[in-house]
């Protein structure tokens, strides 16, 4: 460790050196890489299914996965021990301060498939496999009644889904 | 000591309820809320002789390896929320904007918000990968990266949902702290975005930049391509040494004026894309539901924005007389012009003067004297920011924006300061 620090020491000393010899050339120091040896690594899964594996599952097989895996801190059904782990219901049209859920607010379900297989379960993010990702996925859609628990998910059907905020998000990454 | 109660009747009052002159800073001793101003008690003070303390006695410890600070101000901590039981990492801590003065803070009181906790990340082990839309995908290791030119700017970093329990119907009881306390300003060090994105040939399709963490959340966020060329950095160093694991050690994205959680710590990956990703933390959280029920997303430039430290909410003025009236100042697009303030709730204000480097997207440090005549008061302050941006108050940032958003609060913050001297947070 104390070896490693020093090593790394020494490696800035070297790096200040390098730079004052090249100050007139652009620095280069990117190792190229290719997009497969980046396979296990990219975990993004965007909302027009890039990213998404290969791989499906059910409601019906995700049901299994929601109790042992989910429930804890989620609740059966979803319904969440906190705002932040309300996973179901809610309207964007209620009177007052709407409920805002995966079911409510969500407006792709592309990203109930990135976040949990990136972040959740929260006591142990990225132990479940993607096929497990693609059932729980589904069970969380079907606990919002978006699709019915027979639906084959997979990288085709998940980005079908039509969610049902999908039309409710501005975009104001370019307003002044 | 008469003699400068006599001077206090000439200061020239500049607004209602006891504000005065910028100008007389320099020359008057004043005080700050919570410490004793009065003449009489300084008189009664300097009629004791004085004597050679004992630390003038007796040689203190020597050098050491690693600085600490005075025994005397342990008392200023950040301060967490309550911890989530099921999950500890998640939470944020908020940085003591009461007690700090000028305008850098420190790095062990900058504010954290972490959604999987710290990790622990071995340098040596750490990539940073560009892919997606570029013509060749790079990895870089942190050593790569030291090796590269670096600018160093400073920049203040607030979490959006910074303030945001004014939005609540009830003006909450709270201290700058634990309201504001999700802002902090550095001397950030890296190196250019743009430089690396360069290197690895950006496609003309690419339109944002998906930024990714190494932390157990992977927190992931979009950032517009326009915005990731201009002055986004890959920071290094924060305030001259490693960024700090709680600030993303060994590297962070830095979005200079935007939201905080775009600039996404333990950065581990950039991927160039032509639509944005639409992680849980641009749809789900950090957007805003207005009025008419759409939300709206990516308002990543933070607002012009003030707020008064001292006095500030649970602290007490102990006895009538002049204090300093002080706070930070800042604006997501531009520098600070201007900080106006007023003592009678918006009714009069005058200008405070800055006292500080006025830089694009950094915190301004602002003063002005006031003479507290043991009446009631409401304190405020306003930014103008070099864009011509005014801080709106609280009721018309409400009737612009609704209040079904949790986040993006940049309303004026109201002091009351009771008879007896007590400073709480109230809508004015």
């Not at chain 1, 297989?117 to 990225?126: G, H, N, T, V």
């Not at chain 2, 700058?176 to 950030?188: D, N, R, T, Y």
């Amino acid at each position: 460790m104390h070896r490693k620090l020093i090593r790394l020491l020494a490696l800035i000393g070297i790096a200040q050196i390098v730079f004052i010899a090249s100050s007139q050339e652009t620095v280069r120091l990117g190792t190229p890489i290719s997009e497969s040896q980046l396979e296990g690594f990219d975990l993004i899964v965007a909302a027009d299914g890039s990213g998404l594996p290969a791989g499906s599952g059910t409601a019906l097989q995700g049901k299994a996965v929601f109790e042992s895996r989910c429930q804890a801190c989620h609740s059966a059904n979803g319904e969440g021990t906190s705002g932040n782990t309300r996973l179901v219901g809610g309207d964007m049209h209620s009177a007052g301060n709407p409920i805002r859920t995966v079911g409510s607010y969500w407006p792709y379900a592309s990203t109930v498939f990135d976040y949990v297989r990136r972040a959740m379960p929260a006591d142990a993010p990225k132990s479940l496999s993607d096929i497990e990702v693609y059932q729980v996925t589904a069970y969380v859609l079907y606990l919002n009644g978006i699709i019915d628990q027979y639906l084959i998910l997979n990288s085709e059907t998940l980005t079908q889904v039509k969610m049902p905020n999908r039309d409710g998000f501005i975009d104001e990454s370019q307003a002044q | 000591m008469t003699d400068k109660t006599n001077s206090l009747e000439k200061l020239e009052h500049v607004a209602g309820n006891g504000l005065i002159n910028r100008r007389h800073l320099l020359g008057l001793g004043l005080s700050s809320a919570g410490m004793a101003v009065a003449s009489s008690v300084l008189a009664a003070d300097n009629s004791l002789p004085l004597e050679i303390p004992r630390w003038s006695r007796q040689p203190g410890p020597g050098a050491s390896g690693y600085g600490s600070r005075s025994s005397h101000t342990e008392y200023m901590q950040r301060t967490a929320g309550n911890p989530n039981p099921i999950y500890p990492g998640g939470g944020s801590s908020r940085s003591p904007l009461q007690h700090l003065q000028g305008t850098i803070t420190p790095n062990s009181l900058h504010f954290e918000r972490h959604h999987a906790g710290v990790p622990d990340i071995d340098p040596s082990l750490h990539k940073l990968v560009i892919n997606g839309l570029v013509k060749q995908p790079l990895v870089f290791s942190y050593e790569d990266l030291l090796k590269y030119p670096m600018v160093s700017k400073i920049y203040f970093l607030e979490c959006s949902g910074n303030s945001g329990s004014l939005w609540g119907a009830n003006a909450a009881d709270g201290s700058a702290q634990s309201i504001h306390g999700l802002v902090s300003c550095a001397e950030w060090t890296g190196i250019p975005l743009s430089t690396l994105l360069d290197e690895a040939g950006v496609e003309p399709q690419a339109q944002w930049v998906s930024a990714v963490g190494a932390d157990a959340a992977s927190m992931g966020r979009s950032v517009p391509l326009n915005r990731a060329m201009d002055d986004v950095l890959v920071a290094l160093f924060q305030n001259g040494e490693p960024v700090r694991p709680e600030q993303g050690y060994p590297m962070r994205l830095f979005v200079p004026g935007c939201e905080g959680n775009i600039s996404v710590k333990w950065l581990t990956q950039i991927k160039l894309s032509r639509e944005p990703s639409q992680f849980r933390d641009e749809t789900s959280k950090y957007t805003d539901t207005r009025p008419d029920r759409l939300s709206a997303q990516f308002t990543l430039p933070m607002g012009t924005k003030s707020l008064i430290t001292s006095p500030s909410g649970q602290m007490a003025l102990e006895r009538q007389g002049v204090y300093q009236v002080t706070g930070i100042a800042w604006s997501g697009r531009g520098s600070i012009r201007r900080v106006e303030v007023s003592a009678d709730g918006g009714q009069t204000w005058a200008d405070a003067r800055i006292e500080s480097h006025q830089s694009e997207k950094a915190l301004a440090r602002f003063r002005i004297p006031w003479q507290w005549s043991g009446g009631s008061a409401v304190l405020q302050s306003r930014a103008t920011d070099s864009r011509g941006n005014v801080q709106p108050s609280r009721s018309a940032l409400i009737a612009e924006k609704g209040s079904l958003g949790r986040y993006h609060f940049h309303g004026i913050q109201s002091w009351s300061v009771s008879t007896s001297g007590e400073v709480s947070n109230v809508y004015a």
